[in-house]
């Protein structure tokens, strides 16, 4: 049981906290103090593709504004949904029952569409006759979203979507299984872009606001690392190690990063 002396002392510092950050310094749609806040660099666009955000919850706890819910917030034309096992989910399985809809996930796959190469004329045809195109996104670290994909029977039926990335992930703090593998931003942010060229989308550059917004919390995330006075702090080393120096973890090495058709 906690003694009177602990009890005032546990609550004269937390006053002292709420008076070292009022309530109104704090922006309540990243909770971060509006000095560190990024939400003015998000410009929400819309686009004709209607995205569902399937979010992890360790990625939903940990994260105030990071890469799932800077896209979340960049798409107009979207919305979150957290879990593990969609099986059972009813506004996944409303969507994915509704005539009015057609459902993909974006996930790599064998027999998966890739509109950076394949014919995406039967997209453009559904879009016509006023079908609504809904993609999926699983958010969650590369092993997590295989988990996801595994224990969900409903997403595991849906036809994927992909795209051929030309480039690696800017995503310097954070290490990647592969080359391949881009952060959830920058797969949107470029799937997106390969949609404009063939004429699913058009957008007309709007989702590189998506990009400033992720380098600002990249740069963020840095600052915070080489600041003594967070417990993030990292001794004053470079909050990341520099990716020529980096070895990739043995077990991506021998398992699958993606869960097979």
Same mark, same amino acid.
């Not at 003015?40 to 994260?63: G, R, S, Y």
């Not at 404009?196 to 058009?202: H, I, K, P, S």
């Given at each position: 049981?906690?003694?009177? !002396? ?8 937390? /006053? *002292? ?17 509006? #000095?560190?806040?990024?939400?003015? #660099?998000? /410009? +929400? ?12 919850? %360790? ?39 509704? +005539?009015?809809?057609?459902? %993909?996930?974006?996930? +790599?796959?064998?027999? !998966? ?31 997590? *979203? ?8 409903? #997403? ?8 051929? *990335? ?11 299984? /592969? ?33 400033? /917004? ?48």
């Amino acid at each position: 049981m906690m003694d009177k !002396a602990t009890y005032l002392q546990i609550k004269s510092e937390k /006053a *002292a906290l709420e008076i070292k950050h009022a309530r109104e310094n704090f922006c309540f749609k990243c909770v971060r103090l509006k #000095l560190n806040c990024l939400c003015h #660099l998000i /410009a +929400p666009f819309q686009t004709d593709f209607h995205f569902v955000m399937l979010m992890h919850p %360790m990625e939903e706890k940990k994260e105030k504004m990071g890469t799932g819910k800077i896209t979340k917030n960049s798409l107009a034309n979207s919305h979150m949904i957290s879990g593990v096992d969609f099986s059972e989910q009813r506004e996944v399985n409303a969507l994915i029952n509704d +005539p009015k809809n057609y459902c %993909m996930v974006l996930y +790599p796959g064998k027999t !998966a569409v890739n509109v950076s190469i394949d014919n995406v004329g039967p997209f453009i045809e559904m879009k016509a006759r006023g079908l609504r195109l809904v993609i999926f996104i699983i958010d969650g670290t590369w092993a997590c *979203a295989k988990k996801m994909m595994r224990q969900s029977s409903n #997403l595991k039926n849906l036809p994927r979507i992909s795209f051929t *990335a030309t480039h690696t992930s800017i995503f310097e703090i954070k290490e990647q299984p /592969a080359d391949f593998c881009l952060s959830t931003l920058e797969s949107i942010h470029f799937f997106i872009k390969e949609c404009n060229r063939v004429g699913l989308e058009a957008t007309n550059g709007l989702e590189d606001h998506m990009v400033v /917004a992720f380098k600002a919390m990249i740069d963020f995330q840095i600052k915070c690392s080489l600041d003594p006075n967070l417990s993030s702090y990292t001794r004053g080393k470079l909050g990341y190690s520099k990716k020529e120096d980096r070895i990739r973890p043995k077990k991506w090495l021998t398992r699958n990063i993606v869960l097979a058709d």
